[in-house]
Structures are given as structure tokens and as C-alpha cells.
């Protein structure tokens, strides 16, 4: 993997994330997802299927690409509610592991007053690089 987590001396290591990551290879943008299925219909209105389903978009967008969540080095969360995404942190973090394994991109997650889509409560970007074949 063309990958370097990237943690600089004397800082507390972050969880469930990186502070930084370096990587080289082509790259991969996703944009941002939603808890909706094929079809465009949101799964649930509950905030944790919601980003479990944004997350497996993601991985089946990454996968038309060649790319998996190995090659993640950054996430962008959007959420509606940010009590909402602190008090489903614990299944949201298993959810996070379900679909991306134990894999912590650099992450940012930001609470916004709505999104596009009516009863999307959640969004994620990614941004992927696949390595070189000859690194």
C-alpha cells in the first residue's frame, strides 16, 4: 500500500481516525452520499442505516473504480444533527468497521442545516488513492 499515516510527535493518537495521511497513485473522488439505495429511496430514517447505507455507496462507487476502503485517505461527514451523530458514535463506529474494516482515513465531520435530499440526515464524501502499480 502507498500509504503513510501521518502523526506528528507528542500528539495524542486520534480515534477512529487519521490527522493526516500521504499517498500516491491515481485518485478517486466520490461524491457525497447518501443513505439511499439504487433506486434512489432513502433505506430508513434512522441516522445509523442512513450512514451505513452512505457507506456502502461509497464502497460500490470506489469498486467501479477499482479502488476499496483501503484506499480511503479522507472522509467529509455532513450531518444535520451533531447531538444525534455524538450519541450514535459507539453504533456508528461499528457500522464504520463493518463496512470499511479497521481502516481511519483523515476524517472531518460537520454539522450542517440541511442537505439537498428531504429526510437525508447524513452525507459522506471520499477521496480515494489507488497505488501505482510499480510502487
Known sequence: MSQKVLQPD????????ANGIAASGTM????GMIGWD??????SDDFVLQ????????????ASGGAEPAHVVRLTWYVTDKAEYLA???ALGAVYREIFGRHFPAMTAVQVAALMEDGAKVEIEATAVIPSRNV
Open 10 to 17: 507528542g500528539w495524542p493518537r486520534p480515534s477512529g481516525y
Open 28 to 31: 478517486v473522488f466520490v461524491s
Open 38 to 43: 439504487q433506486h434512489q429511496q432513502l433505506v
Open 51 to 62: 450512514a451505513r447505507q452512505a457507506l456502502q455507496n461509497i464502497v460500490d462507487v470506489l
Open 88 to 90: 450514535q458514535r459507539k
